[in-house]
């Protein structure tokens, strides 16, 4: 029986520490995302938020560093004193290692501070009132969750960033008063697609909302012949795509003409023009000779069908008067002379014919078949966008 109730009361555990694992985890990515932003008391408070969850000395550590800061920019007393406690708490859990040597000097820094300050009568406020607070944290995805010891360096910052809550401007990542009601969060970026996200405010409770922003993409137009293929990194697409920030491939293929493909990196929202002019290939120029000496060729078999014709007609005539006597012996040689003739032309037009046809045949398959592929294409980037060489056989 005691065996059973150990195993239901770790079961009805396992899920609360691992909500409160994911606050702690939320809070304190807000708090390095101020820290960063060099808001020293949003992180502060969003720091305390997530000690409050999850005690863990590398939270106390950061929220130290946060009221340390703080201090330096609003001298109120009672952030030495927090920061005095909080680094005590790390040390007193960490004796080697992560940042106890930081540690070790700030606290020393920080009690000097505390000492000073008591000596010379500083009142310290500690009554903390129940708040109902909301806040908005951002994250732009690929946020890491690793809860480690926050540095003095204060990192990068997510250009633009706005925060509103109800439609009025807030400090991202900071708990704000509010009323014990719906309200409407909102954020926004340079890159970045806007979110918004409504949440009802629970009255004595804060909470720090996290609003994604989804990057935007990168709009690139790609201006060639009408009718050609377009393709990014291997996939068909359209005259006017929307890419991911990063590096990408375009190709451009048409029938009849010399495959184009460039290599270009864009970033988030940005608006590019990609002009791809598209050169006939040599078969392609070739076309019109081979067609155009088709032609010829189907002339010249006209015209000595033409003539065959006539001679046939002349052989007719000659032959009918021999038929009918009286011819003189020269009649026969001119009917001799008429069949040959014809049979001659006859033969030409067969021939040249035959050649009009293969030529003609030709030019059609030249024309059809002609359609390069875009693999035989050698791209070497290039810090302008990249540039193409041609190798193969079209």
Sequence with gaps: MKKLL??????RT?????????????YFRAGAKAFA???FEAAATDFDEAYKQLPLPEIAFSAAQA???????????????????LYRVYLD???TGGRVADAADNLADMQHELDKLTHEGAKFTTTEVAHTRLGVSVTTGGDASAMTEIGDATGAQTRGLHATIDGQPVEPFALVDVDAKEHTLAASADGYLPAEKKVMAVSGQSQLIELELKPKPAVVQVTTDDGADIAVDGRAGSPRLELAAGKHVIEVTARGREPFAREITV?????LTVDAPLEKTARRKAVPYVLGGAGLLAIAAGATALVAESRDSDASKLRDQIRAGNAPPSTADKYDAAVQSRDHYVTATWVLGGAAVAAATTGV???WLDKPAAE???INPTASGGSVTFSGRF
């Design 67 to 85: 009221y340390r800061r703080l201090y330096r920019i609003d001298p109120k007393p009672e952030y030495v004193k927090r920061s005095v406690e």
């Design 14 to 26: 396992a899920p609360a520490l691992a909500d409160d694992r994911a606050a702690a985890e939320r």
């Design 376 to 378: 035989h294409l050698t």
């Design 37 to 39: 932003a060099q808001n």
């Design 365 to 367: 398959l030249l024309y």
């Design 93 to 95: 859990k960490v004796k």
């Design 6 to 11: 150990i195993l239901l009361l770790v079961a």
């Design 267 to 271: 970033t988030r929202g940005q608006q």
